[in-house]
């Protein structure tokens, strides 16, 4: 089973540090997503909000979900402390998103499928809390070593990433960076 990040020690530094904004900005990772101001967007492990700040200033709503009690702690405090109103913050795991079927338009899964238990299974949600024309937005760190992230053998490829998404999804655009990849997906109609 892959290690699921730990909000311990000093987490903070380690998400939004210097080092990571440099090496994965998120300005750059939101703007691929195309998003609009009616946009309902779904943040799997959002984490201290290092995606869900910058998205929330573009969309309707943010549903920025985490296992991790602290995380969310964290994240409704920043949310506060800055006046941004529309995160909205739930917890779960991924294998079942408490998220109504069809009501997202995007769903981001940033740094979160290589911790996935069974990949098959959060696809299959992505699919069913997307509208007929919902986006997914896959970005994890390359299969190498990188400055950052968990151990080459727990990470997937963007390969593997595609190969499981081309059930519910069509690739519309991909990203290849130094540390991440960026996979961008449209839902197939019918699903």
């Known amino acids: 089973m892959p290690s699921r990040f730990e909000a311990s020690g000093d987490f903070v530094s380690r998400l939004e ?18 998003l ?3 946009d309902v967007v779904v943040d799997l492990g959002a984490g201290t909000g290092y995606f869900a700040f910058p998205i929330a200033g573009r969309v309707r709503e ?15 405090g920043r ?28 769903v981001l899964a940033a740094f979160v499928y290589h ?20 986006r997914l937005t ?3 760190f390359q299969k190498r070593e990188t400055p950052m992230g968990p151990p080459v053998s727990e990470r997937k490829t963007p390969g593997e990433v595609r190969s499981a998404a ?7 655009s991909a990203h290849s960076e130094q540390v991440y990849y960026q996979l961008i997906f449209s839902k197939k109609h019918g699903r």
């Open 17 to 34: 540090g210097p080092q990571r904004r440099e090496a994965i900005p998120p300005e750059v990772v939101v703007s691929r997503m195309r």
């Open 36 to 38: 609009s101001e009616d």
């Open 62 to 76: 943010v549903l920025a979900l985490d296992i991790e009690r602290k995380m969310l702690d964290l994240l409704r």
């Open 79 to 106: 949310a506060l402390a800055n006046g941004v109103g529309n995160i909205d913050l739930l917890r779960s795991d991924m294998s079942a998103l408490p998220v109504a079927d069809s009501s997202a338009d995007h």
């Open 115 to 134: 911790e996935a238990e069974d990949p098959g299974t959060l696809l299959s949600e992505c699919a069913r809390v997307l509208r007929p024309s919902g």
């Open 138 to 140: 896959v970005v994890d």
């Open 166 to 172: 081309k059930g519910a999804f069509r690739e519309e």
